[in-house]
Every structure is written in C-alpha cells, then in structure tokens.
T-cell receptor, first 116, second 115 residues
C-alpha cells in the first residue's frame, strides 16, 4: 500500500492569512490521483481539491490551491484568505488508477485552527 | 450531485448485542462502497471494500466475522457489528464511488458507543 505522510499534526493561522499544509507520498507508479479532504467538526468528509498526476498544472479551487511536485512526491495545500469555516482536520489522500477497487490511502491528518 | 447517506448517525448499544449501519447512495448507483473506522483525531482506517453482489474484501487485521458487510444492491451496503464490545466503540464512515474514474463520496458517519 502507498504511504502518505502529513508531518504537521496541527497548524494555526490568523483569519485572512495563508496557511500551507504539507503532504508527501511514496509510490512507484507514474500515474495516480491525489486528493485533499476536509473534515470539519461535523466529521463529514468533504473533497477540497483533486490532482491527476499526469497533469502538470496545479489544481485550484477558489481559495484552495496545491503545489504538486511529482519528482519530489510532494503535494501541499495552500489555503488563502483563511476563514473561520476553514477550521477542520485536513487529510491528504492517494489513489492508484489501477486495480478494481481504487482504494484511498490517507495521511494522518493536519488539524487547522483559525484565529479570529 | 452525489449524495451518500448513513443511518443511524449515532447509536448506543449494550455489550454483546449486534448493530447494523446502513450506507446508501441516494442519487447514483455504486458498484463499490468502502467502510472506514476512525478514532478521535486520527486518520481513516479502511476496514473493507464492498462490491455489489459479491463478498466484501477485508483489510488485514479486520475480523470478517465481527464486521459483517452486505452489499445487496447498487445503492445499499450494510455493516453489522456483531457481539459488540466497548472496544468496538468508534466512528464508522462509508464512502461510495460514482464511477470508475471519479472521487469517492462520503457518508456523514456513524458514532457507535457500546456500553
């Protein structure tokens, strides 16, 4: 199984500021998918952003953007103009395009706190 | 959209009893559903992959006789925790894939407390 590492258990950011969450992964595959999921206090998992490895362009979704460095196997998430509603646990996830199950491998998560 | 609904959202049961959790894809057919377990402030641990019309595939270390999974239709998978014990208390989450090349959509989770 692929290993996904999130080295920051907790991050704190001032409202309206920017925070970057790190994620690295280990794989021998050349094609795969990467995701960032948000889990707020309600514990509902919400997809934040998705990146296909064959695409060189970094994915963006409004205030959320990624820095995908394929050679370094790094996939960081930047949250710009942080809002109180961004407070949540964020999970980085990897998925292989092969195999019938398409299982997700999750990192340990990073808890983001937003200070008013 | 793609909505996955879990029921119940929370359940308390007595030790030794069994409890069933349902996972439904409301607006799409899901040939594959996944069941996860999550402890507080920890990551999601995949328990099993549920395929419609066939036996579930369990991850290493997960007791298949303890956690019974049934995927009888393209919109419903169930997880039954048999002879529950306090150590089975946890947050259980299901997800479903809409198609071959799409992301997974998650249910809202079920908090199980065994007393």
């Amino acid at each position: 199984a692929q290993t996904v590492t999130q080295s920051q258990p907790e991050m704190s950011v001032q409202e309206a500021e920017t925070v970057t969450l790190s994620c690295t992964y280990d794989t021998s595959e050349s094609d795969y998918y990467l995701f960032w999921y948000k889990q707020p206090p309600s514990r509902q998992m919400i997809l934040v952003i998705r990146q296909e490895a064959y695409k060189q362009q970094n994915a963006t979704e409004n205030r959320f953007s990624v820095n995908f460095q394929k050679a370094a196997k790094s996939f960081s998430l930047k949250i710009s103009d942080s809002q109180l509603g961004d407070a949540a646990m964020y999970f980085c996830a990897y998925r292989s395009p092969f195999g019938n199950d398409y299982k997700l491998s999750f990192g340990a998560g990073t808890t983001v706190t937003v200070r008013a | 959209g793609a909505v996955v609904s879990q029921h119940p959202s929370w359940v308390i049961c007595k030790s030794g009893t069994s409890v069933k959790i349902e996972c439904r894809s409301l607006d799409f057919q899901a040939t594959t559903m996944f069941w996860y377990r999550q402890f507080p402030k920890q990551s999601l641990m995949l328990m099993a992959t549920s395929n419609e019309g066939s036996k579930a595939t369990y991850e290493q270390g997960v007791e298949k006789d303890k956690f019974l999974i049934n995927h009888a239709s393209l919109t419903l998978s169930t997880l039954t925790v048999t002879s529950a014990h306090p150590e089975d208390s946890s947050f259980y989450i299901c997800s479903a894939r809409k198609g071959v090349n799409t992301e997974a959509f998650f249910g809202q989770g079920t908090r199980l407390t065994v007393v």
